[in-house]
């Protein structure tokens, strides 16, 4: 298990519903992001973590989002109250140390709010 | 902001030919990334090129970045049916304390048997 890894692959949730999407960088990588993609669209920045701090959240499209990474390894990005415009894949992804390096994406959750 | 600019959209081609995709990008950076993207394999690194470098080769990617014209060219030769995918840039903001990173719109590569 040496790649990223998301769960789960697939949610379903219901308008209103809360949500937590799960991701394991590679082991030791101290950069990891949240990307938000769309149908056809490229991936949208939501979040980076170096360790255990954030350090930018300013793509996170509102206040109903939040991520965290409390041991510097795993993140958990939470949607609450959820929304149909939040259908979308949501991509996470580690990098060695620093934001600008090459980054290893993990294959995606993909939720569907219905 | 910073964006990528990717063009064309859309490109499909046949077997053999070579493939190019440009990126073009508003603001100085440090380093610029190409990423490629299909259904099988999820999001994979191709390339990182950094502003002090010029050209840069992987197989039978090349790529190359001018920046007094703020653009980079991914450059795909004797294209094969695998190749079909969606590409895209990455940028940096460059400076400053936001750590975002931005990927283009992509190209949309069609390499048909």
């Known amino acids: 298990g040496a790649g990223v890894s998301q769960s789960p692959r697939y949610k379903v949730a219901k308008r209103g519903q809360d949500v937590a999407l799960r991701c394991d960088p590679i082991?030791?990588?101290?950069?990891l992001f949240w990307y938000q993609q769309a149908l056809g669209q490229g991936p949208e920045f939501l979040t980076y973590f170096q360790n255990e701090a954030q350090l930018d959240k300013s793509g996170l499209p509102s206040d109903r989002f939040f991520a965290e990474r409390p041991e510097g390894s795993v993140s958990t990005l939470k949607i609450q109250r959820t929304q149909q415009e939040d259908s979308a894949v949501y991509l996470c992804?580690?990098?060695?140390?620093?934001?600008?390096?090459?980054?290893?994406f993990g294959p995606g959750t993909r939720l569907l709010v219905l | 902001s910073q964006q990528g600019e990717e063009d064309p959209q859309a490109l499909s081609i046949q077997e053999g030919e070579n493939a190019t995709m440009n990126c073009s990008y508003k603001?100085?950076?440090?380093?610029l990334q190409w990423y490629r993207q299909n259904s099988g394999r999820g999001l994979v690194h191709l390339i990182l090129i950094r502003s002090n470098e010029r050209e840069k080769h992987s197989g039978r990617l090349r790529v190359t970045l001018d920046t007094s014209k703020k653009s980079s060219s991914l450059l795909i030769t004797a294209s094969r049916a695998a190749d079909t995918a969606s590409y895209f840039c990455?940028?940096?903001?460059?400076?400053?304390?936001?750590?975002?990173?931005?990927f283009g719109k992509g190209t949309l590569l069609t390499v048909n048997p």
């Open positions: 082991s030791g990588h101290v950069s």
């Open positions: 992804a580690s990098s060695p140390s620093g934001r600008e390096e090459t980054q290893y």
């Open positions: 990455l940028l940096p903001r460059s400076g400053g304390s936001n750590y975002k990173l931005t």
């Open positions: 603001t100085s950076i440090n380093n």
